[in-house]
């Protein structure tokens, strides 16, 4: 059974950071890209980044250029996606997700599998 356990989220003063963690099991984790979407209340889910399977490709929303880096860890079956210059537009539930069989996208609709999501909010 494959699950994706986020960690990571909490809150923190506009201008700060966070690093999300994602830690999927019961796959072949080199195999998938990864991504990470949030979704905001009242709002649609959104891509925020994805990096492929070996972690040469990576693909930001303009949104969060130059402010999130988007990582992985094939030894260690974990993708990061480290948050700097945090705004409270960045208030979201975060998600990461797994999509096999596509070398990056920010379409959800192609990712085959997501965790749970972890809350971030970000206060001015």
């Known amino acids: 059974q494959v699950q994706l356990v986020e960690s990571g989220g909490g809150l923190v003063q506009a201008g700060g950071s966070l690093r999300l963690s994602c830690a999927p099991s019961?796959?072949?984790?080199?195999?998938?890209?990864m991504g990470w979407f949030r979704q905001a209340p009242g709002k649609e889910r959104e891509f925020v980044a994805a990096i492929s399977g070996t972690g040469s490709r990576t693909n930001y929303a303009d949104s969060v250029k130059g402010r999130f880096t988007i990582s992985r860890n094939n030894a260690k079956n974990t993708v990061y996606l480290e948050m700097n210059s945090l705004k409270p537009e960045d208030t979201a539930v975060y998600f990461c997700?797994?999509?096999?069989?596509?070398?990056?996208?920010?379409?959800?609709?192609?990712?085959?599998?997501w965790g749970q999501g972890t809350q971030v909010t970000v206060s001015s």
């Open positions: 997700a797994a999509a096999l069989g596509v070398v990056i996208t920010s379409i959800p609709d192609r990712y085959d599998y």
């Open positions: 019961g796959l072949t984790f080199s195999r998938y890209t």
